[in-house]
């Protein structure tokens, strides 16, 4: 693939087993514009969190009905991903986040050990650019943005974004 | 054709150690066959006093919702007075438990070797 930007868009219904060959098939487009196999890891982790969240909170039926877009951007040594749901379930990510950092840097109850959303943590943890948009009644929108970077510019431990 | 994922439960011919080994991948579509089998085990077997060690160095992939089913496994055994170790190599999978902060709640080892030698 060449410096131009590349679109790709697919719309998949609300079922996690298809989950897992969208994200193979997104990693491997990403190692063809300078991603290495470590960050194609990290990239099917985007895709997988994103689309597993949208699928689970944006699907208005909840019985696997329902549909979820996912636009992938291309260019070289970067990937740009928009994932949409139509959910109607409106949430207030900066709590979301507040309570994300305050669970990495104190700990886990062990009620919240067995909590679930714990994919956006990831998300935060392997994605250079995050942003979120809920609309009532419209669903959510979230981009994300990662971009190649060579193996010794890596950060060795991960921090929690501020 | 590649596995999706497979559970193996081994003797660590090691007194009240048992094995549980688990190759593949482990996400919102594979987790719930694998954590039959290992809720199954751990259901079935006598808890206090046994130290399970979770192998996952031949896992490729984890999720979130599949590292909350560890975390499960982890209280599990440690309210019934056993012990829970993960096995898992630096890499991919070690990074996203980083991530999830689950280095301050179990015990994680990079090798078999390790984790049976702290038993």
Redesign the interface.
């Known amino acids: 693939m060449g410096a131009r930007r590349k679109t790709i868009r697919i719309e998949i219904p609300a079922d996690t087993s298809i989950v897992s060959g969208l994200r193979s098939f997104i990693a491997r487009l990403a190692r063809r514009v300078g991603f290495d196999d470590y960050e194609g890891f990290q990239i099917e982790a985007l895709v997988d969190e994103l689309c597993s969240n949208a699928i689970e909170h944006g699907t208005r039926d909840g019985n696997g009905m329902g549909k979820i877009e996912v636009a992938c951007f291309l260019r070289k040594g970067q990937i740009e991903l928009i994932i949409s749901d139509k959910g109607d379930k409106e949430f207030n990510i900066g709590k979301v986040f507040a309570r994300n950092r305050r669970r990495i840097e104190k700990g886990w109850s062990d009620e919240e050990l067995m909590c679930r959303g714990r994919g956006l943590i990831i998300v935060q943890a392997l994605a250079d650019e995050l942003k979120i948009e809920t609309l009532p009644k419209k669903g959510t929108r979230v981009k994300v943005v990662k971009r190649h970077k060579p193996a010794k510019e890596r950060k060795k431990a991960f921090a929690f974004p501020k | 054709m590649e596995v999706d994922v497979r559970v193996n439960i081994k003797d660590a011919q090691k007194e009240n150690t048992k094995i549980i080994e688990v190759e593949g991948?482990l996400?919102?579509?594979?987790m719930p066959k694998a954590d039959k089998t290992i809720s199954d085990f751990i259901e079935k077997v006598d808890k206090k006093g046994l130290c399970l060690i979770l192998d996952l160095n031949k896992l490729k992939?984890i999720?979130?919702?599949a590292?909350?089913k560890l975390?499960?496994y982890?209280?599990t055994m440690r309210n019934a007075k056993g012990s829970f170790k993960l096995v898992i190599p630096q890499g991919?999978v070690y990074?996203?438990l980083?991530?999830?902060?689950a280095k301050?709640?179990l015990e994680i080892y990079s090798t078999l070797e390790e984790a049976l030698k702290d038993t």
């Not at chain 2, 996400?27 to 594979?30: A, C, E, K, Q, R």
């Not at chain 2, 980083?98 to 902060?101: A, K, Q, S, Y």
């Open positions: 991948i996400d919102s579509d594979t992939y999720n979130s919702s590292v909350i975390m499960g982890f209280i991919m990074d996203i980083d991530i999830l902060g301050k709640v």
